[in-house]
């Protein structure tokens, strides 16, 4: 590094001294020659690059629907010209002025995000697009499997179950062989944007009174833990889930516990749903 930058500064003073010799005209010449022979050799160097300016050559700046897009060097003219207008990467391709094949999709889009990595170029579903609002965190670039984006979503579950495959026949069992409503919070992940999932939970759920005893179990409680796979934004699901059967409340002592498999529907996910589909609509 310290040799190629005294490469540099030689060739400067260098060319500062032939102008004092030379006439003007020659001089400048041939320090304007001298210097961007010693600044390429400097680039190739440390494998620097400059920063090409955009080719506009067929897509002013001005009037981006001029393209005739024969080739890829004019579809990224219009991305370029697209990108200066403040034009939105979703805009640039849904918009076009003609229509683009998949693999000029690809060259825009690619464009964009080679300017700005968050750039909004994909358009998610709208009935998943409430638990993308909702993701604690979730990608933009196609990355997950299929071609889909990893995302992962933390949030309150209020989910019915249909449980079956219950295990023992004590208390716990009997009491939650009609099944009932688990409340609590829900942790998401899904590599496939939602359509399908993976999810874990914890929560609690009331007991059926009817198959206990009242003086052994005066305010019956089931604190539950489970995880399993969902579909379509978390709505259907399976899952395997482990429930302690609370005596006297949900702090009471833990009298005794079985596990079961259930069959779900997320009730706080419908929600999500909804409410995502309809504000996706008021922006379009």
Known sequence: ???????????FLYACAASKKDPA???EARRR??????????FAALDIQPKKACALKVCSSEKPEECQWSSDVELEAYACASWKQRVSCLDAIEKAPIPMSDSQTRIVRQYYLNQNGDADCYRTNPLLDGAFRTSVWHTDRNSGWLGFEHAIQVAPTVTLGIPFLIHGDGNAAKAIAKGGTVTGLNVRYTPLSYVASIDAFIG???????????ERFPSPRFVVIGAGVDAVA??????????????DGL?????????FTQITIDLAAVTTMVAGAATKGEEN
């Open 1 to 11: 590094m310290r040799a190629l930058t005294a490469m540099a500064i030689a060739a």
């Open 25 to 27: 005209g020659a001089a």
């Open 33 to 42: 020659t001298f210097l961007s022979g010693a600044l390429s050799a400097v």
């Open 204 to 214: 609690t759920m009331d007991a059926d009174t009817a198959s206990l005893d009242p």
């Open 234 to 247: 978390g709505i259907l699901g399976f899952s395997v889930v482990n429930a302690r059967l609370r005596g």
């Open 251 to 259: 702090f009471g002592e833990n009298r005794d516990s079985t596990w």
